[in-house]
T-cell receptor, first 114, second 110 residues
């Protein structure tokens, strides 16, 4: 069965500092991995994905994520946080064997302090 | 392109009432999904569709029904609303990899 774990309910970072939001996953085959962001009273917006190829993927708004197969992790990173990055972040996984369902983590709230 | 739209944005129902939530997408996507979002639980899949005329159950289908008569529309029905169905409902569509989400419907059942 597929699952996603986001071990931190909240991450606090000072503006200008690097940020990391953690995600680990479990899937029977090889994974498609995703990060989405949700601002207050809005739907989820796609940030980036790992499908195949380079383990480091770059996405919108300066975010990147590193796929680590041995640790089954897909942590979201940004070199320099902005106050406007404060939001709810979701990691998600789908197996690449033709599955239709994407499993979402519980979400991590990022708070960037000025 | 409007992307994914949802109507209504807000609704308050009394226990036992029925309603239909409408999702529409203008991207010609094959796959469509209905999720509910509750605090601390992420998104849970209610029902999904892999094409016009098809539907399938997700993780939490009880108390909900769906229909996809047209490719661009995916309807979610509550036949007899219960307080446990108080939630924010999101529709999403995709063609290949990532999903595109609507703005959500906030439903309160009293």
């Amino acid at each position: 069965a597929q699952s996603v774990a986001q071990p931190e309910d909240q991450v606090n970072v000072a503006e200008g500092n690097p940020l990391t939001v953690k995600c680990t996953y479990s899937v029977s085959g090889n994974p498609y991995l995703f990060w989405y962001v949700q601002y207050p009273n809005r739907g989820l917006q796609f940030l980036l994905k790992y499908i195949t190829g380079d383990n480091l993927v770059k996405g919108s708004y300066g975010f990147e994520a590193e796929f680590n197969k041995s640790q089954t992790s897909f942590h979201l990173k940004k070199p320099s946080a902005l106050v406007s990055d404060s939001a709810l972040y979701f990691c998600a996984v789908r197996d690449n064997t033709g599955g239709f369902k994407t499993i979402f983590g519980a979400g991590t709230r990022l708070f960037v302090k000025a | 392109n409007a992307g994914v739209t949802q109507t209504p944005k807000f609704r308050v129902l009394k226990t036992g009432q029925s309603m239909t939530l409408l999702c529409a997408q203008d991207m010609n996507h094959e796959y469509m999904y209905w999720y509910r979002q509750d605090p601390g639980m992420g998104l849970r899949l209610i029902h999904y569709s892999v094409g016009e005329g098809t539907t399938a159950k997700g993780e939490v289908p009880d108390g909900y029904n769906v229909s996809r008569l047209k490719k661009q529309n995916f309807l979610l029905g509550l036949e007899s609303a219960a307080p446990s169905q108080t939630s924010v409902y999101f529709c999403a569509s995709r063609q290949r990899y990532e999903q595109y989400f609507g703005p959500g419907t906030r439903l309160t059942v009293t």
